[in-house]
């Protein structure tokens, strides 16, 4: 056996903040056409009558809490629990309807290209 | 309110095969430079002296499970927990040492290029 160095990697779970004002955004990776966020949401949702538009495709993963992402075009709502993904073409028009009250909602989002 | 679909995403934790013969890898996603996969590990590793070594990043997320990943160059193991994340740079030599022999080994790999 070689002598190995041990590394602890970072972790998405750990540490969460369980209040914060605004959503928390995190890069985790980046490259050509591509980005890796972690968000936390603790409560937050969109204003209403607020819709994302997005030039970039979002493919998003629910790793902790819960959420109901809203859509149009055709309306459409979905909940997600932890291990829920969705595909959100771009310029499909959606909004954060609600995410957990009573625990920290951590999403992990993937902007991408065509 | 306007009148809402119901529908439910696909969950990547759902409906896990306790036991599989090889690694099983489905394309969540895929764009300009840009591939998300699952990957269900039953206890699987890899031959000794195998090493991965790929032209592409990799951003690879624990989500489920337990891991030891082996780097070379230099010599180091990360043992990785549900949430532990590593950006593996292209052409770093590693290998899975081993995933959990009790419950699937739940990986989000994203592999982009720089």
């Known amino acids: 056996m070689s002598e190995e160095a041990a590394a602890r990697p970072g972790n998405l779970l750990a540490n969460l903040p ?10 985790l990776a980046s490259g050509s056409g591509l ?3 972690r968000i936390v949401s603790t409560g937050h949702r969109s204003p209403d009558d607020f819709w994302y538009d997005q ?4 493919w998003v ?14 309306p459409e709502s979905i909940d997600l629990i ?23 909602t951590v999403w992990l989002a993937v902007f991408y290209q065509d």
């Open 18 to 27: 369980q209040n914060v004002p605004e959503e928390l955004t995190e890069i």
């Open 35 to 37: 980005r890796v966020e």
């Open 55 to 58: 030039h970039e495709r979002e």
């Open 61 to 74: 993963l629910l790793l902790q809490g819960a959420a109901t992402l809203q859509f149009a075009d055709p």
């Open 82 to 104: 932890p291990g829920d993904h969705v595909d959100i073409a771009a310029h499909r028009r959606h909004r954060v309807e609600s995410t957990s009250a009573t625990e920290p």
